[in-house]
């Protein structure tokens, strides 16, 4: 069997430290027998030849632009058996002006509600909230989330818009306050899969730090989702 080529591609915004944040995965990607290739751009995903002799794709790429080819290319290659996964603003705040990337994900950051506004100082703990992740039932038996228990953190909170195809393995609740404009408690996806054609999806919403990466609920889940969106004997 050959051996599986994963692809970490990393860039974007630097508050979300793509280089130490992917590099805390890519040992483990390593001693799981992967090969691994490292892009600071997303120029790769217009390589077609390159894409389909790879099993998997790991992003960090927060905001930033994406081609119209490049996006297509990257499409292209999940449907034809890519695994696709990433977390936080990597993967589910990359390219806003792209609907095609937007409908390969299945869901958008819309925002991350901060603390009361007498209590902020103007950096980026101003939207660091305790808030628990909570594991759905579905995720109770699915191979990325089983055996995991609920977690709490402190960080923050993703809010995002979404479609009816992902597979919700996690939700986190938003709560209303006085300052919020909305009137009720939101319930959003934290963790989710998504098949799209013959590809696998896994996305993990927390994540902004390391710090964040390496509590031991977040960091398994990803390196489990890793291995789960891997390209399938079925799709070869």
């Known amino acids: 069997m050959a051996q599986q080529r994963a692809l970490v591609v990393r860039g974007g915004w630097e508050g979300h430290q793509p280089v130490k944040a992917t590099e805390l995965f890519i040992p483990f990607l390593e001693r799981s027998g992967y090969a691994v290739r ?4 997303t120029e790769i995903y217009a390589d077609a030849a390159e894409m389909a002799a790879t099993d998997l794709v790991v992003q960090c790429v927060t905001m930033s ?9 990257l499409s292209a290659a999940v ?19 792209s609907s095609e990337y937007l409908h390969l994900v299945g869901g958008q950051f819309a ?9 902020r100082h103007g950096d980026a703990e101003d939207n660091f909230l ?17 055996g995991i228990e609920d977690f709490d953190l402190v960080t923050e909170q993703y809010w995002v818009l979404h479609d009816d195809l992902i597979d919700v393995l996690a939700v986190t609740t ?7 404009p909305w009137h009720r408690p939101v319930t959003s ?9 013959a ?24 390196e489990r989702g890793m291995v789960w969106a891997t390209r399938t004997a079925s799709a070869s």
């Not at 632009?65 to 290319?73: D, H, M, V, Y």
Request: hydrophobic residues 35%.
């Open 38 to 41: 490292v892009e600071e751009s």
């Open 65 to 73: 632009q994406i081609t119209s080819e490049q996006s297509a290319g």
């Open 79 to 97: 449907i034809a058996g890519t695994g696709f996964t990433g977390w936080h603003g990597g993967i589910v705040d990359s390219f806003r002006a």
């Open 111 to 119: 925002t991350h509600p901060g603390k009361e506004p007498c209590e």
């Open 130 to 146: 305790p808030h628990t992740v909570r594991i759905t039932d579905l995720g109770r038996e699915h191979p990325i989330t089983a």
């Open 174 to 180: 938003h709560p209303t306050q006085a300052w919020h």
């Open 189 to 197: 996806p934290a963790i989710w899969t998504r098949l799209w054609g």
């Open 199 to 222: 590809g696998r999806i896994v996305v993990t919403t927390p994540g902004h730090s390391p710090e964040v990466l390496e509590h031991a609920g977040v960091r398994t889940v990803i």
